[in-house]
């Protein structure tokens, strides 16, 4: 079996990786007034284009920035929607553990003050600097799916004060930006598009679904609004766009914020969401068995199957991946299957608890494993 030559590839990956220590210290010297926007763009090229060999290096396919000009791989985008604005007298806290305790993610609270529209394109020149830093890859851009504004809004978009009376005006709005948002990256020459999206692993958790519920959200049949929207979104895409999307239970600081398998969303998502593949952590028994992927139609939608752990820097054994890769294919067909970390490395700026080289041996064992299974 050959390897694939459409995006997703054989051996893949999330998208985010660990901030070097020169960029860490570029941001803070930046904040502090120390640098200016172009010292600190500079830092952030020279990091990505090392970010960018070390991709080609280790033999993958697709190439992403790192998303090393983030904070956060979901609200640097979700601010800079029209009628989105960021509130400094409240936040949005997200509640993590691992096995050392707990740990809380905070960000600003998300605030709908007009109706949501797109006047920037968001991430366009991130876009065009990486694909001009790759020779071999294709260049690969992340971006949260329009789900994520909802689900961190922390309460219904249509209340008191809101720019709207119908939920489903905001539902219409905001798949008309992301459609919008989606046709100027395909004209800026993005064509592989990664959607993340952890609401939709997230709602196999009873206490998520226990939490949307008590603000007065349909939890119990959110994940179908959340598909639909998607599907809005991408109904006029070219044919030459691969589309992606991602779903884990969290990822912050070697951390997870949700647990179960895949079973309560998965006929609705992996036989409805029209998309070319979906990442999905598997890296341990939080995440279920493989069972929901049964819900995947035969064809050419890829499965990337994210057994290699980012959350720590020890080693998967390479014989235990070929093994829980054939016991997937009880489930999906091996040519719909392809191998992948289960997260992003830095899905924040601080980054998970390992290291660049262990995060370099986890890139190199993906590439070889997929080499071993797909040739």
Known sequence: MSARTSAPFRADHVGSLLRPPALKQARDDHAAGRIDADALRAAEDEAIREAVALQEGVGLQSATDGEFRRTSWHMDFLYQLDGVTSSK????????????????????????????????????????????FTTTAVPKLTIPSPSMLHYRLGGAPVHEGSPYTEPDEFWADLAAAYREEVSRLYQLGVRYLQLDDTSLAYLNDPAQRESMA????????????????INEVLRDRPDDLRVTTH???????????????????????????????????????????????????????????????????ELEDPDTLKR????????????????????????????????????????????????????
């Open 247 to 313: 779903m884990c239970r969290g990822n912050y600081r070697s951390s997870w914020a949700a647990e179960g398998g895949y079973d309560y969303v998965a006929e609705t998502v992996f036989g409805g969401l029209q998309i070319d593949g979906f990442f999905c952590e598997y890296d341990d028994a939080r995440s279920g068995d493989f069972s929901p992927l049964r819900f995947v139609p035969r064809g050419d939608q890829q499965v990337v199957l994210g057994l290699v752990t980012t959350k720590t820097g």
């Open 324 to 375: 829980r890769i054939e016991e997937a294919t009880k489930y999906v067909p091996l040519e719909q299957l392809c191998l992948s970390p289960q997260c992003g490395f830095s899905s924040t700026v601080e980054g998970n608890d390992l290291t660049a080289d262990q995060q370099r041996a986890k890139l190199d064992l993906v590439v070889s494993v997929a080499q071993d299974v797909w040739g």
């Open 89 to 132: 007298d409240s936040s949005v806290e997200v509640a993590f553990r691992n096995a050392s305790g707990d740990l809380t993610f905070a960000a600003m609270s998300l605030v709908i003050d007009q109706r949501i529209g797109l006047s920037r394109t968001i991430f366009g020149d991130a876009f065009e600097t990486l694909a001009s």
């Open 214 to 229: 008590a603000r007065g959200e349909d939890a119990e049949h959110m994940h179908e609004r959340y598909v639909a929207t």
